[in-house]
Nanobody, 125 residues
Framework: QVQLVESGGGSVQAGGSLRLSCAASGRAFSRYSMGWFRQAPGKEREIVAALTGSGLRTYYADAVKGRFTISRDNPKNTVFLQMNSLKPEDTAVYYC??????????????????WGQGTQVTVSS
């Protein structure tokens, strides 16, 4: 069982930055691919970014490519999402998720086994 807790959300003006953190409680953290998803009001949950257990392979949604960076610190059981040049359309609840898949990142929510409670990110214009 893996428990995930997000932190770092809040309100920021357009063009600003935030760094989200996700702390995992499992003992096999490095074996899980990790992902960040987001869900805006009235919209479907969508992939934001993901990376393999080693952190060597990453994936970014087109909407955030070049602005967001996903990374992980396996000894500290933590995954990060650095968000720069934020836009109002980035406003959403952001969720951290863990997937027990091998050799690739997961881009679909159905591939993930564990989820955090989410943290609100609000970008004002």
């Amino acid at each position: 069982q893996v428990q995930l807790v997000e932190s770092g959300g809040g309100s920021v003006q357009a063009g600003g930055s935030l760094r989200l953190s996700c702390a995992a409680s499992g003992r096999a953290f490095s074996r899980y691919s990790m992902g960040w998803f987001r869900q805006a009001p009235g919209k479907e949950r969508e992939i934001v970014a993901a990376l393999t257990g080693s952190g060597l392979r990453t994936y970014y949604a087109d909407a955030v490519k070049g602005r967001f960076t996903i990374s992980r610190d396996n000894p500290k059981n933590t995954v990060f999402l650095q968000m720069n040049s934020l836009k109002p359309e980035d406003t959403a609840v952001y969720y951290c998720a863990a997937a027990g898949i091998i050799g690739r990142v997961g881009v679909s929510a159905s591939e993930y086994d564990y989820w955090g409670q989410g943290t609100q990110v609000t970008v004002s214009s």
